[in-house]
C-alpha cells in the first residue's frame, strides 16, 4: 500500500528531526513532532478535535534538544516500523486507497508504548480508542499535498 504525500513528508521530516535532536534512530516521537509541522493534515487535525494541545506536545518531545545535532538520517527503530506496518493496516481496515496522517496518529496511539501516545493519555485522555470513535464511517485519506 502507497502513503499520500503529506504521510510521505513526515516520513522524511521524521528523519531530519531524529538528526537534529541527536537520535540514534528515528521514534515515533520524531514522527509526531513532523506531523505537527502539518496543521492541514487529518492526523493533526484529529489530534486537535480529541482535545489534545499539539504546542504543549511539540514542546513536550521537543524538549530533548541536544546541542550537537547530527547531519545523518538515522534508521528507523524497531518500534517505528511497527508503527509504519500499523499505519498501512490501519488504513487497510478503513478501506483506504492509500495511508495517511491519520492512520499514522491511530497507529502511535495503538502501540502505546512510545512518548506521544504515553504522554497524550497521561495528559489528555487522548487514547486510540478516543480517536477511533470520533472516526466517521467513511474512511478518511489526506487529500492535501
Known sequence: MQYTEHLNSIIFRAGREAGRLASQ????????????????????????????DV????????????????SSYPPFSRGTERVLR????EAENAGAAQAGTLH???AVLR???NKPAAWLETNYSVTY????ALLPNAPKVDTAA
Do not use: F, N, Q, W
Not at 37 to 45: A, L, Q, S
Not at 86 to 89: E, G, H
Not at 129 to 132: A, D, G, L, P
Open 111 to 113: 502501540e502505546r508504548v
Open 25 to 52: 534512530s528515528v521514534e515515533a516521537e520524531h514522527l509526531v513532532l513532523a506531523l505537527l509541522m502539518h496543521p492541514d493534515c487529518e492526523g493533526y487535525k484529529m489530534l486537535v478535535r480529541a482535545g489534545a
Open 129 to 132: 480508542e478516543t480517536i477511533e
Open 86 to 89: 500499523l499505519t498501512v493496516m
Open 104 to 106: 499514522m496518529v491511530l
Open 55 to 70: 504546542e504543549a506536545l511539540r514542546t513536550y518531545l521537543d524538549g530533548r534538544t541536544s546541542s550537537m545535532p547530527t
